[in-house]
């Protein structure tokens, strides 16, 4: 048989030699006749190393068809880029913002910029984009330390290089905003993760202002547009009120999803009020009471139906605060915005305040009863001071004065004008009292004044120039003496008693420790020379000042201050023996005159000096001027001169 008539080999892809492999074309089932030869023998390729056949190869069997193994294509260019950025950015979070990398951080940060702004887009893709949290979240956050660390570093900048970082930080975020918004607004948004870019958001504005203080004032515009083409927000104000505003928006997506987290525990900070200020309460309202525009055009039926129910959820939540802890200025607060409310609040008032143990203040419960005109109550509660004790309760029953002074009820007006009494003469008293404690020898001295004057050896009014001038220094001298004979002045070792502690039972009831002579008696005297009805004003006047108690003393002139002036010598007599003794206790120095005397008690307190005496004598001083100041008015119309 010829060459050319030889049969053909049957392959199974690629012949198989002994010397060398050389692929041959697929088969299927066709079998082609070998090529003729012409008797040149074609050279074999170059062969750089050993290649083994494949064990399906191998073992194929002469004549049989099988199968060759393609080989698997390499990672597409989509996903080789999804892995670089995926390792790239797990490198970025753990870069820290030092001075030689933070040209390489700006370049980093525009080269991610770059990538972002080259990527292709499908024609048929949704205009909700990936919110890339986690590259925005390492982003803002090395802006924000490397902007903390420069003002750390560099208080002084005058604002070149911190406001390139500001406006850095503000641009990523204004830039992001309509992303987010995009988001959020579709169906089937993750909220969740819509919540961790506003709270980024929220955070990094709080770290620049934390940075920046007063200088964070950085405005731009932010325009968003929604998947129809239609402008949803545009508006040219600080990033705060765009959070606000966003916060809001992202409650009432929420609200429309059967979100059942409160709103005041779902957006960040302090924004509460901020952000639900932003709902229309009625449709007439253009812009809220910051003059910031509502921007919900784009809302849905549903959603205002949720925008209400969240503004009722934020009246609950006030009305809780303020059961929790009521004050003036929240029961006005909520009066205000919810009119309707008012009869709750004042039952929830009275209950707690009547209560056993009340938790609002007494003045306070006066001020918001008076505001509503709530007569009854406040008779009811003046009673109730009454039997605690004026002067525990001063400033209370003071409040209470004055809104009964206008009261058309006569009666009413007459019980009001009886406590007017009882308070100016329990002023006067304690005036009196602490007085008597440091003279306790007060009334003989004064007989023994009277008997002086009586006798024609000393007057009332003193004269520089009269030869007796002399003697009236030692009569008066003798005067104070003779009242400070068996009294703590006369003690060189008298200290004054323990404060006495508050107890569990009066903490509800207590209103404070001290006792402001000069206060009460001033207060009390206000209130009567601003008294509608004149004439009853002038009949308490007179009862108060000819009670019988007047002091003698205080229409002989210098007689005042030779009392004093023996105060001063007892309190030089502590100080000096504080001295020696070099006591630990640290108390008030001895004031050196009568001018300091006054200067130094202003800023004493009760609570600091209780036990010292030098606030004793002070506070004892001041009664006696307030005394003496008040009653010795001709009438009850020259107190308010």
Known sequence: MSASARKPRITTGAQVRTSRIAPAPLRTSRIAPAPLRTGRIAPAPLRT?????????????????????????????????????TDALTRAKVIKVTPGNRAA?????????SILSVLPEAEDESAIKDLAYELHCVSLSSLVNELATDVKYNPEDQGDQQAHMLQCIMEEIIKWLPDIWLAMADASADMELVRCCLMLCSSVADQVDDCLGNYFDWTSRLVIIDSTKQTVYDGHHLVGDYMAWMWREYLVFSATRGSRIPANEAIWGESYDDVLNLIRRTPGESVNMDGLAFWDDHWSAEMRTAALRLYAERHRHRINN????????????????YPDIESSLLISIKQNIFGEEPSIPY??????????????????????????????????????????STMSDEEQRAHALQVVRDGLETAKQDALNALVHLFPGLEDAQCWLRDLIDAGRLTRNEDLFDDSYSERESNLSSFAERAAQGGPLSDADWAPPKKKAVGPDDVYREEGPKRDLVRCIRDWAQILCQWPDEKAAAEVWDTVKFDGSELLFSSVEGAEEALMDRIKVADSVQAEKRHQTKSPTVECLSPSSREQLFTWRVTATF????????????????GLQALIKTFSCQDHLALGK
Do not use: C, W
């Open 607 to 622: 609570d600091d000096y209780y036990d010292s005496p030098s606030y004793v004598y002070g506070y004892v001083t001041d």
């Open 105 to 113: 951080l700006q370049n980093a940060r525009k080269l991610a910029a």
């Open 363 to 404: 003045t306070d419960a006066a001020k918001i009863l008076a505001k509503s005109s709530q007569t009854e109550d406040i008779i009811y509660l003046l009673d109730r001071l009454i039997e605690e004790g004026i002067s525990r309760h001063n400033s209370t029953i003071l409040v209470i004065m004055k809104h009964l």
């Open 322 to 337: 303020f059961l929790e802890a009521p004050s003036v200025h929240l029961y006005t607060s909520l009066v205000s915005d």
């Open 49 to 85: 190393s050993r290649v083994t056949p494949s064990p399906a190869v191998s073992s194929a069997r002469k004549g049989r068809i099988v199968s060759v193994p393609i080989p698997k294509a390499g990672p597409s260019p989509a996903k080789r880029l999804n892995d670089i950025l």
